[in-house]
């Protein structure tokens, strides 16, 4: 019967971050749209922060809880769940043209990000660690909104709100994203528990996949539209906001353990993305749409996803 409540928790919790997640993101875009930022300024920074969000407040929870493994699983977990799974299955859909080459830019400070968070993450996180990735994530932030008056304007979704029913859209999924972290968290640790499942292999799996949810639907929803820059804005911001935010504000609350593996695996995808972007350069040196990431590109980031979790279970 305990199993079954957790169980039950688990999934309550699991909705109530999708669907406050959807919500915040609604509202957030209706601001967004009003200050006439770009498809991949709102892809990095709006919805990157609005999917991004339940790992925030589920690896800050899970550190209050005393389960570090959790925490950094739930965000270093989702940071390769998105490179490798959704950006993966949205190029295997369909491939993901780059029209603007500011947008290959902030890939490549992705990768010199996740150079450094390799380096600094080697012997664990401490306060001086999440200081500095805090402080850079809030340059990258800036620098990305500056851009915003740069990239020209493109085709997006052009439904609009009003304005207060907005706002209420933003606090009605923050009050739902908070109350579905306790419960998922809750019900991914007791089931943990009850099946002797490691909490290091839950909160690089079944955590990290849960609160990816809101990444995976509002990617597959813009790769669908052809919409490939808000694909890669919001995989990109939301991988800046697992590290350079949630890991980085909890590692200045309390000491988070090292995980090499998983680090190598961060930098390998952040890698990879810049080589299968940059190809394209030397290929059509002359094309407008020259930066791409095409269906093998994709099929080869989901191989490399599906044996980084089988490799859990070996």
Excluded: H
């Excluded at 019900?187 to 099946?195: P, T």
């Excluded at 804005?233 to 309390?254: D, E, K, W």
């Excluded at 995808?269 to 095409?294: H, Q, R, W």
């Amino acid at each position: 019967m305990e199993i079954l409540l957790s169980v039950l928790m688990l999934l309550i919790g699991l909705g109530l971050l999708n669907y406050g997640s959807d919500w915040f993101i609604i509202g957030n875009i209706r601001v967004a749209r009003y200050l006439k930022l770009s498809n991949f300024v709102i892809g990095a920074t709006i919805v990157a922060l609005g999917t991004s969000f339940p790992e925030i407040v589920t690896t800050l929870y899970a550190l209050y809880r005393g389960l570090p493994m959790i925490a950094v699983g739930n965000a270093l977990g989702s940071c390769i769940l998105n490179i490798g799974f959704i950006l993966g299955l949205c190029a295997l859909l369909c491939p993901i043209v780059i029209r603007q080459r500011p947008i290959v830019t902030n890939i490549q400070i992705y990768l010199l990000y996740s150079l450094l968070f390799f380096i600094l993450g080697q012997d664990g996180f401490n306060v001086i660690d999440g200081v500095i990735l805090f402080l850079l994530f809030l340059c990258y932030m800036a620098y990305t909104l500056r851009r915003g008056n740069i990239i020209g304007e493109e085709k997006g979704d052009k439904r609009d709100i009003p304005m207060v029913l907005a706002v209420i859209f933003v606090i009605v999924g923050l009050i739902s994203i908070f109350v579905g972290s306790k419960l998922f968290i809750e019900g991914a640790r007791d089931i943990a528990l009850f099946l002797g499942i490691p909490e290091r292999i839950i909160g690089f799996t079944l955590v990290a996949f849960g609160t990816s949810l809101p990444e995976i639907a509002v990617s597959l929803s813009a790769i669908r539209r052809k919409l490939g820059d808000i694909v890669i804005g919001n995989v990109i911001g939301s991988n800046m906001i697992n590290l350079g935010c949630a890991l980085a504000l909890s590692s200045i609350i309390a000491y988070i353990p090292p995980t090499r593996f998983e680090l190598l695996i961060n930098l390998l995808f952040a890698v990879l993305i810049v080589v299968m972007v940059s190809k394209g350069v030397i290929m059509k040196p002359l094309s407008k749409e020259c930066f791409k990431i095409d269906r093998i590109d994709g099929l080869i980031l989901l191989g490399i996803y599906l044996l980084y979790v089988i490799s859990y279970f070996l």
